[in-house]
């Protein structure tokens, strides 16, 4: 994709002050659109001080590694905090998407992270995905809004739905071997995972449109839709 004068100027005037504050308006916008995920996320974080703190830190660090490479790079900066941010909030939605409570719960985490403290990692993660999931939604919104990359923005929206069916069978997968059941469709994994990073590459060079989401949702249909796998509830 060709990048036009107006997006290079764009990313020229980039400052870690400027991508702060455009943050800020996006946060407390998301926060008005009440009955939404998002606006609650929003709220809570606007509402509590520490909280909103810690994430104006965090988010701080982020924006600033946008900023430091030259302007051709920045808009490639931006989309990697995008990636990274979805990705790092993935465990944690995964735990409230499939409601796991009690040994499910444990199990899990140990799976994801190992023999570590329990609480204090669950912890951690919630934190992650409180952050992550708020950075994101500022990111995703100077990618479409700021930088007007409207076609990034919708296979952004597209890679999100298809990451987060992945991330749902890989759960579920851990789940399965941590009981010693064998998991689901074991050799479907790396090819998710391969064509996620197939579509990474074209959106981050900026070429969105060469994004194969069809493909990928082909491959999730042939493993019996590992998305919808039933998973028994372990308390």
């Not at 409230?96 to 204090?120: E, I, M, P, T």
């Not at 952050?131 to 100077?142: D, I, M, P, Q, V």
């Not at 929206?157 to 992945?166: G, I, N, P, R």
Request: glycine content about 4%; proline content about 5%; overall charge positive.
């Amino acid at each position: 994709m060709r990048r036009t004068s107006s997006q290079h100027t764009v990313e020229a005037g980039f400052t870690t002050a400027l991508l702060m504050e455009y943050s800020q308006q996006f946060l407390v916008r998301a926060a008005e659109k009440s009955g939404s995920a998002q606006a609650q996320l929003a709220q809570r974080m606007l509402r509590d001080k520490p909280l909103r703190y810690r994430w104006q830190h965090l988010h701080e660090q982020l924006m600033h590694g946008v900023v430091t490479p030259p302007p051709a790079r920045r808009a490639i900066e931006l989309r990697k905090v995008a990636f990274l941010t979805l990705h790092r909030k993935a465990p944690f939605d995964y735990l409230r998407h499939r409601h796991l409570v009690g040994q499910s719960r444990r199990l899990l985490v140990n799976a994801l992270f190992g023999d570590q403290d329990y609480v204090k990692c669950l912890v951690r993660e919630h934190n992650a995905f409180l952050n992550s999931a708020c950075s994101f939604l500022c990111t995703e919104a100077l990618c479409g809004e700021v930088l007007g990359d409207a076609a990034f923005s919708q296979a952004l929206s597209q890679y999100q739905s298809a990451y987060t069916e992945y991330f749902q069978a890989y759960g579920d997968s851990l789940l399965e071997q941590q009981d010693g059941e064998p998991p689901p469709a074991p050799s479907l994994l790396p090819y998710l995972r391969y064509h996620l990073k197939l579509i990474r590459d074209h959106m981050l060079a900026g070429n969105p449109q060469q994004s194969e989401f069809t493909a990928l949702q082909a491959l999730y249909q042939a493993s019996g839709d590992t998305h919808v796998l039933p998973i028994v509830s372990r308390h």
